[in-house]
């Protein structure tokens, strides 16, 4: 099955990917979306997805992203990527309106919310998938670099559980195309302004190590964020540090989002499943790398969590 396939009937085609967009949303939206404007310039194409982040800017065509959501317009096909219907935040009422929807993704929680189902759990990300419906022969430079952005922040630059041999095939044919791979991974994945490394360094400062030492967590309160002057996307990369961390099995990093409500991204090194987790909790992702929202305190959201983890470790 390709694109083509897919989209033959439209005119008018709507994409989106879930809130507080990641690398491998923003790469496989943007990736569609450029393919559609090269290969099928009558189509009429549109994009609503919050914000990325400003490390996204050096994909082409972000500056072409709606994020106000606002429009009434009926679209013959919306294509939801990397996430549910429930996940997609203000576009929801967009996709509900659509003649045919569509949902890729690579999520092993997630049964499908389309009319057509592109599902692929053993896939390293969404991107992948992607690639998979794409003629390989219709690519271009910035296509394929859109794509590999996404690829190395599902894959954590190839370094997760979930790469495979195929994987780095795909990686490979992204990188024929001659962009320049090793700027892209700095500049995308590892790059911090100094005020990120400060409010990083902090929480990584601040963490706390229990189980054992088998399991680490780090909280950052409003107060935090609005004494250093950033946002959740400026808290990327902190779970990873906690990760990486000698000796710990999961590392739990929240960030507050509401009254005592709190956005939590669990980590594992191997001896947990993570997903089942986070989906115990209203959320989901991967195997090492889940995520939900939960209500509390920080302490109480740590004792729930707890709970579940040490049903594995035992």
């Not at 082409?60 to 709606?66: F, L, P, S, T, Y």
């Not at 013959?76 to 309106?97: E, P, V, Y």
């Not at 630059?157 to 090793?182: E, R």
């Not at 590892?190 to 967590?217: H, N, P, W």
Request: net charge negative.
């Amino acid at each position: 099955m390709r694109l083509e396939e897919l989209l033959q009937e439209a005119k008018k085609v709507a994409l989106s990917g879930h809130i507080r967009p990641d690398g491998d949303c923003v790469g496989s939206v943007m990736s569609v979306y450029q393919y559609i404007k090269k290969n099928m310039p009558e189509i009429e194409v549109k994009v609503f997805l919050e914000t990325p982040s400003s490390v996204f800017d050096c994909i082409k065509g972000v500056e072409d992203i709606d994020s106000s959501m606002d429009t009434t317009e009926e679209y013959d096909i919306f294509i939801a990527m990397d996430c549910t219907a429930d996940r997609l935040g203000n576009a929801q009422k967009i996709f509900d309106k659509a003649k045919t929807k569509i949902n890729i993704d690579h999520h092993i929680s997630n049964s499908g919310c389309g009319d057509i189902n592109v599902l692929v759990p053993d896939a390293s990300s969404t991107c992948e998938v992607v690639y998979e419906l794409m003629n390989p022969e219709k690519l271009d430079v910035e296509i394929a670099k859109t794509l590999y952005i996404g690829i190395i922040h599902d894959t954590g630059v190839f370094k997760y559980s979930n790469t495979s041999p195929k994987t780095l095939k795909i990686a490979a044919d992204l990188i024929a195309y001659g962009f320049d791979f090793s700027k892209i991974i700095d500049e995308t994945f590892y790059e911090k302004t100094y005020i990120q490394t400060l409010i990083g360094a902090k929480a990584v400062s601040e963490s706390v190590r229990f189980m054992d030492g088998k399991c680490i967590f780090s909280v950052v309160d409003k107060n935090m964020m609005q004494f250093f002057g950033v946002g959740p996307k400026d808290l990327d990369g902190v779970i990873n540090q906690l990760r990486i961390v000698k000796g710990v099995e999961c590392a739990i990093f929240m960030y507050q989002t509401g009254d005592m409500e709190y956005k939590v991204s669990l980590r594992s090194n191997g001896m947990l499943d993570v997903s089942v987790i986070a989906s115990f909790f209203g959320g989901g992702g991967h195997v090492r790398a889940a995520g939900c929202t939960m209500k509390g305190t920080p302490h109480d959201v740590i004792n729930n969590l707890s709970a579940q983890i040490a049903l594995q470790l035992s």
